[in-house]
C-alpha cells in the first residue's frame, strides 16, 4: 500500500458536512467527501459513477495553519422564475493550510497521483469558488498509516506564518485521522460518500481521533536579538510575602525586670 499526500492551501475554503436551508457553515479541516469528490473529479469520474474504491481509502489531515473564518452573504434570482432567492449565510476558511493523506491500492494511489498532477476536471477547496493556491501534489509515500505519513511531514505552513513563530523550535500542528479498528473511539462525522449522484446524496458516518505531532519550524531563530525597544524578557522575582512581616524579638521587654 502507499500514502498520497496533498497540500490543500488557498485563499477561501469551504469543508462542509451539513448544510441547513440558507445556512452553508465549514469544518475546521478538510473533509473525507470533499477531498474523495476533488479526487474523483481529478479522475474524470461522473457523479453518478461507482465510489466504493475511493471511499475504502483511509484518510487524514494536518492542520499545519488553521486561517480565519470569514461568513458571507450571498443573494441569487431563480433560473426560471427570475424571483428573488432567500439570502444566504455561507462560511469559509480564509488563509488555511492543511496536509491531507489518503492510503490504498499502490495501483488506486498512482493513478490518482497522475490525475492530480494533469486533472480531467480542475480541482477546488471545497466549493467551485475556492481554487488552490498551487499544485496541490506532495508525491507518494511509503506505509499504509496517514496520519503516521502526516507526522513525519515537513511543515507546509505559508514563510510568513513560520516567520511569525520564529521564537518555536517546533510547532504542534493537529493531526484528524480515522479511527482503526480496536482503537480509541473519537467524534463522529458525517463525511463519508456513498453517492455523490445530484438528486440523492448520500453520506455515512465515520469516527475521527484527533492527536497532534510536533514538527520542526525552519524559522526558528534561539540566537536572535529582541529587536530595538522590545521589552527584555527578566525572570519574575519570586513573591515572598514573610520577608516583609517584622522579627519577632529573641528576648522578652520585661525580662529582668
Given amino acids: 500500500m502507499s500514502v498520497l499526500t496533498l497540500r490543500l492551501a488557498g485563499p477561501l475554503q469551504s469543508w462542509g458536512s451539513s448544510a441547513r436551508f440558507a445556512r452553508r457553515t465549514t469544518e475546521t479541516a478538510p473533509t473525507k467527501s470533499g477531498v474523495v469528490g476533488m479526487l474523483a473529479a481529478a479522475l474524470g469520474r461522473?457523479?453518478?459513477?461507482?465510489?466504493?474504491?475511493?471511499?475504502?481509502?483511509?484518510?487524514?489531515?494536518?492542520?499545519?495553519?488553521?486561517?480565519?473564518?470569514?461568513?458571507d452573504f450571498q443573494t441569487a434570482h431563480h433560473a426560471d422564475t427570475e424571483k428573488a432567492m432567500p439570502v444566504s449565510e455561507r462560511f469559509y476558511l480564509a488563509d488555511a493550510v492543511f496536509v491531507a493523506a489518503v492510503a490504498g491500492d499502490d495501483e488506486l494511489i498512482h493513478s490518482m497521483h497522475d490525475a492530480v498532477q494533469s486533472p480531467v476536471y480542475l480541482p477546488y477547496l471545497g466549493r467551485r469558488s475556492c481554487p488552490p493556491q498551487g499544485p496541490i501534489d506532495l508525491g507518494i509515500r511509503d506505509g499504509d498509516d496517514p496520519a503516521a505519513v502526516?507526522?513525519?511531514?515537513?511543515?507546509?505552513?505559508?514563510?510568513?506564518?513560520?516567520?511569525?513563530?520564529?521564537?518555536?523550535a517546533f510547532a504542534s500542528l493537529p493531526v484528524l485521522a480515522e479511527s482503526v479498528a480496536g482503537g480509541p473511539l473519537g467524534a463522529t462525522l458525517r463525511d463519508q460518500p456513498l453517492s455523490f449522484h445530484p438528486s440523492h446524496r448520500r453520506y455515512a458516518l465515520r469516527n475521527v481521533v484527533s492527536s497532534s505531532v510536533a514538527v520542526p519550524n525552519p524559522h526558528?531563530?534561539?540566537?536572535?536579538?529582541?529587536?530595538?525597544?522590545?521589552?527584555?524578557?527578566?525572570?519574575?522575582?519570586?513573591?515572598?510575602?514573610?520577608?516583609l512581616l517584622t522579627p519577632l524579638p529573641t528576648q522578652s521587654p520585661l525580662d529582668g525586670h
Fill in 46 to 71: 461522473d457523479r453518478t459513477c461507482d465510489l466504493s474504491d475511493l471511499t475504502a481509502l483511509s484518510f487524514a489531515v494536518r492542520i499545519d495553519q488553521a486561517g480565519t473564518r470569514l461568513r
Fill in 150 to 168: 502526516l507526522r513525519r511531514e515537513t511543515w507546509q505552513a505559508a514563510e510568513w506564518h513560520q516567520k511569525r513563530h520564529w521564537r518555536e
Fill in 220 to 243: 526558528f531563530r534561539a540566537d536572535e536579538r529582541p529587536k530595538r525597544g522590545a521589552r527584555p524578557s527578566v525572570p519574575v522575582p519570586r513573591h515572598a510575602p514573610e520577608a
